[in-house]
C-alpha cells in the first residue's frame, strides 16, 4: 500500500535560517504530492503540491521537488520566520481519488528569534 | 467564498453513546473525505462520500459511518464510543475533476473527547 515517510521532529531553527524537512513515498504508479501546514488549534492548510514529475510546487517562499527516481518531495524555505512555526504534513493522492490523502506523520517546526 | 464548516467545534461524549459530526464543504464541491487525528496514529483517511456515495473507505471498524445530502453535506456517526475514539475529527471537500487530481481544502476540525 500507499506510505508516506517524514524525518522525525521537532525541527528548531533560529529565524533566518534555511530549512529542509525530508518526506519520501512509496506508491504505485505517478501519485500527486503535496504540503499541508496545520497551525495549533486549526485544521489543514494546503501549502504547496506537484502532480507530476520533476514539477516543483512553491508557495510563500516554501518549495518542493517532485523527484521521481528518489521517490521524494523534500520542502524547504531559504529564510523561516517565526510565524512559520507549525506542524508540515506531507501526503499523496492517486489521480481520481484526490480526497483519499495518505499522510506522513507529521514534522513540527519551531523557529525562534 | 466561504470555507469548509464542521460543526461543532467541540464535542464531549460518555464511553458508550454515540455522537454525530457535521461537515459542509465549499459550494460547489461534490467530494467530501474525513479523517481521523490522534498523537498516536497521526491523520487516517475515514471515508470518502461523493454524490452522496461512499467511494473510498479506510481501515475503520463499522461503528464507524457516515452519509452525504444532495447538497454534499456530509454527516459520519460513530456508534458505541471508545475512549480511543478521542480525536480531531477533520473533513476536506474538493471538486473532483474528472481524470486529474485536485486539492482537498479542510476545516477546523471537531475534537471529540470520550469519557
Known amino acids: 500500500g500507499d506510505s508516506v515517510t517524514q524525518m522525525e521532529g521537532p525541527v528548531t531553527l533560529s529565524e533566518e535560517a534555511f530549512l529542509t524537512i525530508n518526506c519520501t513515498y512509496t506508491?504505485?504508479?505517478?501519485?500527486?504530492l503535496f504540503w499541508y501546514v496545520q497551525y495549533p488549534g486549526e485544521g489543514l492548510q494546503l501549502l504547496l503540491k506537484a502532480t507530476k514529475a520533476d514539477d516543483k510546487g512553491s508557495n510563500k517562499g516554501f518549495e518542493a521537488t517532485y523527484r521521481k527516481e528518489t521517490t521524494s518531495f523534500h520542502l524547504e524555505k531559504g529564510s523561516v520566520q517565526v510565524s512559520d512555526s507549525a506542524v508540515y504534513f506531507c501526503a499523496l493522492s492517486h489521480t481520481g481519488t484526490a480526497s483519499k490523502l495518505t499522510f506522513g506523520t507529521g514534522t513540527r517546526l519551531q523557529v525562534t528569534l | 467564498k466561504a470555507g469548509v464548516t464542521q460543526t461543532p467545534r467541540y464535542l464531549i461524549k460518555t464511553r458508550g453513546q454515540q455522537v454525530t459530526l457535521s461537515c459542509s464543504p465549499i459550494s460547489g464541491h461534490r467530494s467530501v473525505s474525513w479523517y481521523q487525528q490522534t498523537p498516536g496514529q497521526g491523520l487516517q483517511f475515514l471515508f470518502e462520500?461523493?454524490?452522496?456515495?461512499?467511494?473510498n473507505k479506510g481501515n475503520f471498524p463499522g461503528r464507524f459511518s457516515g452519509r452525504q445530502f444532495s447538497n454534499s453535506r456530509s454527516e459520519m456517526n460513530v456508534s458505541t464510543l471508545e475512549l480511543g475514539d478521542s480525536a480531531l475529527y477533520l473533513c476536506?471537500?474538493?471538486?473532483?475533476?474528472?481524470?486529474?487530481?485536485?486539492?482537498?481544502?479542510f476545516g477546523q476540525g471537531t475534537r471529540l473527547t470520550v469519557v
Open positions: 506508491a504505485t504508479g505517478y501519485p500527486s
Open positions: 476536506a471537500s474538493s471538486w473532483d475533476r474528472q481524470g486529474g487530481s485536485t486539492e482537498a481544502f
Open positions: 462520500y461523493f454524490s452522496e456515495t461512499q467511494r
